[in-house]
């Protein structure tokens, strides 16, 4: 098939409350909606999914919008595509820019499925030679808290919304002790920490004070670009260590397996140039003992479903960052909402992604000049 039209929508949806990390409180996500028209006349649909400001990856909106527009685009023109795995090939020539890619990519995979008539979730366990499961069981990310009253109700409300496994954002040695507290009191909750870069190799006598048989995994307690100091760190510490921010690529997995800087992976498609590289990156965590799961970052519809399709894979058990529609925005970009139900997320049995954008936001995307 022939991509002959992509258009890009940047919107804005105010949170229901900032979420806090160590990057930056984030009180309204920027996203831009990808649309990709191939020459059957059937639409693909993607989510562009850097933040405004460069503090969690290098990328921005405006800058991976500009590389889409620059130097995607050109790419796409007259190209003929077969498999969804020839855009990945064709986007590789572009050094970084992965939430750019992506954003296309992940497109062109909506777009594949749609013409097979076939789910994303389908096509991706169809890939991968495997099965994938109807109900999703799903996590919840919850961010930085400053007393222990906020977090323990912050905690109390996801179990009873149904989430189940907890993780919580640190940014300070104090935001540690409150969450060491919460993991006592709730010894039969599946706990995660995620520090999004906050420390440093000091906090490793800290780190093995909280450990706990209901702490699973802590994510990303150091720089970005480290692996050596998180080897260092993972030999100190007998919880299991999982990198987010490092993981650009399949290559970056296999430096943190090599160096043994972590024991997991929290895997977001959009970080890592989309879904041909992320199902590189799972085979190969099945294959080295690597725990990989789905991670989020506060997507949208779109994304979400693409997130929920990657989840859905078996063998991709542990329950990702997936949280319900509401969670984080009172009016979505899609018509229907992903529903918690026993603490699971069902995909929708639609073709692709399986969900549409309302009639407002398709109205607006069309009307924006094509790139192509
Ligand atoms: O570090 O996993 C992260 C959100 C934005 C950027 C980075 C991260 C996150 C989350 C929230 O933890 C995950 C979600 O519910 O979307
Ligand atoms: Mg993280």
């Known amino acids: 098939m022939k991509i002959i039209k992509m258009h890009l929508l940047p919107i804005k949806l105010q949170l229901k409350r900032p979420f806090i990390s160590n990057h930056e409180t984030v009180s309204q996500r920027e996203i831009t909606i990808i649309g990709l028209k191939n020459d059957a006349g059937i639409w693909g649909y993607g989510e562009l999914e850097a933040f405004s400001a460069p503090y969690y990856t290098a990328e921005t909106q405006k800058t991976a919008r500009s590389i889409i527009r620059d130097i995607i685009s050109p790419l796409l023109k007259n190209t003929h595509i077969i498999q ?147 080897s260092r760190l993972q030999l100190e510490c007998k919880t299991r260590l999982c990198l987010d921010e490092n993981i650009f690529s399949l290559d970056d997995v296999k430096t943190a397996y090599s160096l043994k800087s972590a024991r997991a992976i929290n895997l977001k498609s959009s970080r890592v140039g989309g879904i041909t590289n992320a199902l590189a990156i799972i ?49 979505d970009i899609i018509t229907s909402d992903f529903i918690l139900t026993n603490g699971k997320i069902s995909l929708p049995a639609k073709p692709g992604i399986g969900v549409s954008l309302t009639p407002a936001y398709q109205k607006a995307l069309k009307n924006t000049i094509s790139l192509l």
């Open 84 to 230: 969804p795995e020839d855009i990945t090939s064709i986007l590789s020539v572009i050094a970084g820019n992965q939430m750019a890619k992506a954003a296309v990519e992940t497109a062109v995979w909506d777009l594949f499925a749609k013409t097979q008539r076939q789910t994303l979730a389908a096509l991706i366990a169809e890939k991968m030679n495997t099965t994938y499961h109807q109900n999703i069981p799903v996590g919840i990310s919850i961010g930085a808290k400053s007393s222990f009253a906020e977090l323990e109700k912050s905690v109390v409300s996801a179990i009873s919304q149904g989430y189940q496994r907890i993780k919580i954002k640190v940014i300070s040695i104090e935001g540690l002790n409150l969450i060491k507290k919460v993991i006592q009191k709730f010894p039969d909750l599946t706990f995660m920490i995620d520090a999004n870069s906050s420390f440093n190799l000091s906090i490793a006598p800290k780190l093995a004070e909280i450990s706990a048989p209901n702490l699973v995994m802590i994510e990303q307690p150091l720089r970005t670009t480290d692996f050596v100091e998180h």
């Open 283 to 331: 085979s190969f965590c099945w294959t080295h003992d690597l725990l990989v799961w789905c991670g989020g970052m506060l997507e949208a519809g779109i994304g979400r479903a693409t997130n929920l399709a990657l989840a859905s894979l078996t063998g991709l058990d542990f329950p990702g960052d997936i949280s319900a529609s509401s969670r984080y925005y009172s009016k």
